[in-house]
């Protein structure tokens, strides 16, 4: 029976083989399209767990969340330094930590932070943490040594932003990997973000909305032009033992003033970190604050608390589960059209099968009149509608997945977020489940065959 | 070996004013040789379906021995076939893809899953008798001649008591065509079977002890063959 059943195969090789192409094709799209969802569910539900509560300035909670937990360039309006000090003080509050975005180095977010936030995403598993306002540290999956020194660019390369050639920054650390976009990112010290952006004139450039959404170019530009105005204000030497920049010489020219700070930039970023300077009343502002409350009622509390005219606090897995309900929505348009195209196979593969059945009826037929029991007749054509069925659903199973790996994988090189791609329980159900109505499939041409009379067969 | 014991069959299609067959009575005596002749479409293969189980007679008695397969429900009849009837037809009916070998073994394989003993001795015997000498050789790259005596092998190899055949040769050259009707007549006397053959081939006609005309669905008188080798007695009354 299955020496038949092989050389029917092998004769009609080209054909089973698109059948089964076709078929492990629709399959594919469906498990790509559930595998790349769950993915993204996991994958990004992990990037935000180290952030509990996110507090920023009133506007798009969803930005908030895009710009703070992965990073995604945005112009927000920056907090006031003060919400900063008052958070480090909160007894509720275990820590909370500065996120400052704006400057890049090779299209990498260069993010100024602090220490604590620094331990939250799982510490530095080669060399060492901030010590100098000069060092670095960088994520896991930036592929430069320890050592290596840059220059920020303020703002992506594409936006056309100033680099900041006088500051140089030493990478002396690696962050453990996390599987977010903090992998792909640069970590500095916050306050040398300030001193970077606003020598003398902290809090009033609004580094967070600068524009770096590099399509906003006008923004860009304008950003840009305020950045070169503010650098060439005359400004005063930084004091390394205060945060903010001392009183001192004003500029005479610009290109004073341009000396003056490059100087003055090399020598504060030898200074150690102070981090009395975060709770300096006169701190400047910083776009977003990571905060981890002591106790669950302590977030509660501190949303509340922090739900303001003037500030806006989120749960990320909050805003991230409303995010998932849009998503769910797509997806199930997507599945809808996904399951419309399965059908569509689904119906032209049986066509094809009950046709090529029809086609056989004489060799059908003939092995009965031979002596072949019309059972085993029948289950002939059904076994070998079977394999070529199952061949097709397993090889798109495996498609599927690769396929889905390979959207992961561009997915995370492209943001960081690493997304597991994996097959769960229920997608062993499922395909056991295809599996039984493919069977019930080719029960069709199975029932045809059994029905077939052996001696119409031959006349045919 | 069963004898032949066919009464009052009437066969109708739907659509034709007469009868395709009405055979009031037909004896065969077990062994018996048989040509069925008659002109194209007098109702040969429709009297062979019948006696072969592949059809189911609508009414009257088909009795081989003391089975009457017109009471046999549609696998009941394939068994009784499968265990008392090899065949040949016109066509060769050989699944391309599989050897000589595989093809004479495929319906012992399918019915019993595991080949009872001795039966691949036999179809290789039964295939090296045909003159086949590569059992191995795909059927495909066969010839006519070959293909057609690789059925008869395979009809063969059961050892039937019933070895049916319809226009074995209408599909042959002359010499393979004399080669296989020599093997049937051959090969049925060996085991004894009863032969019956619907053939217009005059050679093969020849060789057979008994001839039965068949003209619009009746039996009309032909009588014995008097070029046959060994005369057997059936009886045969033509319609009235
Ligand atoms: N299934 C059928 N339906 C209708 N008519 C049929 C069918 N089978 C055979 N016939 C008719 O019955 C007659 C006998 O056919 P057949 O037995 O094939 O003749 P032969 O084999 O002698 O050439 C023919 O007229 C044929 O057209
Ligand atoms: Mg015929």
């Known amino acids: 029976m299955f020496r038949l059943i092989a050389a029917d195969l092998v004769r009609h090789r080209w054909g089973a083989l698109a059948i089964a192409l076709l078929i492990a094709l629709a399959t594919a799209l469906g498990v790509v399209v559930t595998l790349e969802e769950r993915a993204l569910r996991l994958g990004s539900a992990r990037a935000a767990a180290a952030f509990d509560l996110v507090i920023g300035a009133p506007g798009s909670e969803t930005q908030l969340v895009l710009s703070a937990v992965f990073l995604q360039p945005a112009p927000l309006t920056l907090l006031p330094g003060s919400v900063l000090a008052a958070l480090a003080t909160d007894p509720r509050v275990a820590y909370a930590a500065p996120v400052g975005f704006g400057d890049f180095s090779d299209d990498r977010p260069v993010i100024g932070t602090t220490q604590p936030l620094v331990d939250g995403l799982g510490g530095v598993t080669e060399g060492h943490s901030f010590r100098r306002l000069g060092d670095a540290i960088m994520g896991a999956a930036v592929p430069r040594a320890l050592g290596d020194s840059f220059h920020p660019m303020h703002g992506l390369a594409e936006a056309r932003g100033g680099v900041h050639s006088a500051i140089t920054y030493r990478i002396v650390g690696r962050l453990a990997p996390t599987g977010t976009a903090w992998d792909r990112a640069i970590l500095v010290p916050i306050e040398a973000v300030w001193r970077t952006h606003a020598p003398g004139t902290h809090g009033a450039e609004d580094h967070g909305s600068e524009g770096h959404g590099s399509e906003d170019h006008e923004d860009a530009n304008h950003a840009a032009e305020g950045h070169a105005q503010a650098e060439a204000e005359p400004h005063d030497a930084p004091d390394p033992s205060e945060p903010g920049p001392a009183a001192g010489t004003p500029a005479r020219t610009i290109a004073e003033a341009h000396r003056q700070r490059e100087q003055s930039d090399a020598a504060g970023f030898d200074a150690p970190i102070n981090p009395e300077a975060l709770t300096a009343p006169d701190a400047p502002g910083v776009p977003a604050i990571v905060v981890k409350p002591r106790t669950i009622a302590d977030a509660y509390r501190l949303r509340q608390a922090y739900r303001t005219d003037h500030t806006l606090a989120v749960f990320p897995g909050e805003v991230l589960t409303r995010l998932y309900g849009t998503l769910g929505d797509a997806r199930q348009i997507l599945a809808f059209v996904t399951l419309n195209a399965q059908l569509l196979v689904a119906a032209a593969v049986l066509l094809v099968v009950l046709i090529h059945v029809m086609g056989r009826r004489r060799q059908i037929g003939a092995l009965r009149a031979f002596g072949a029991p019309r059972a085993v007749v029948c289950a002939v054509v059904w076994l070998e509608a079977v394999l070529v069925i199952g061949a097709g659903l397993a090889g798109g199973f495996a498609l599927g997945f690769g396929v889905a790996r390979l959207l992961a994988r561009q997915i995370s090189m492209q943001t960081g977020v690493v997304l597991p791609v994996g097959f769960a329980a229920e997608d062993g159900g499922a395909f056991l489940l295809l599996f039984a109505i493919g069977g019930l499939a080719a029960l069709l041409p199975a029932v045809l065959a059994y029905r077939q009379s052996p001696a119409a067969a031959l006349r045919a | ?240």
Request: charged share 20%; hydrophobic share 50%; aromatic share 2%.
């Open chain 2, 1 to 240: 070996m069963p004898e032949l014991h066919v009464s009052d069959l009437v066969v109708r299609f739907p659509g034709l004013e007469r009868p395709a067959l009405d055979i009031p009575t037909l004896q065969l005596p077990a062994g018996a040789h048989v040509a069925l002749t008659g002109p194209s479409g007098s109702g040969k293969t429709t009297l062979i379906n019948i006696l072969t189980g592949l059809d189911r007679a609508p009414a009257g008695r088909v009795i081989w021995g003391d089975t009457d397969i017109g009471r046999l429900g549609e696998g009941a009849r394939d068994r009784w076939r499968a265990g008392h009837v090899g065949l040949v037809m016109q066509e060769f009916h050989l699944f391309p893809g599989l050897s000589a070998l595989e093809n004479v073994l495929l319906p012992q394989r399918l019915a019993t899953f595991r080949l009872a003993p001795g039966r691949r001795a036999e179809a290789d015997r039964l295939l090296a008798r045909v003159g086949i000498e590569r059992p191995g050789q795909k059927v495909e790259t066969l010839s006519r001649g070959q293909m057609q005596r690789v059925a008869v092998a395979r009809a063969l190899v059961a050892r039937p008591p019933i070895l049916v055949a319809d226009e074995p040769t209408a599909s042959l050259d002359a010499d393979a065509g004399a080669a296989v009707a020599e093997l049937l007549a051959a090969l049925a006397r060996e085991v004894g079977a009863t032969l019956i053959v619907a053939t217009h081939d005059a050679r093969l006609i020849a060789g057979m002890a008994q001839v039965l005309r068949l003209e619009a669905g009746r039996l009309v008188p032909a009588g014995a063959n008097p070029a046959a080798p060994a005369p057997t007695h059936a009886a045969v009354d033509p319609a009235a």
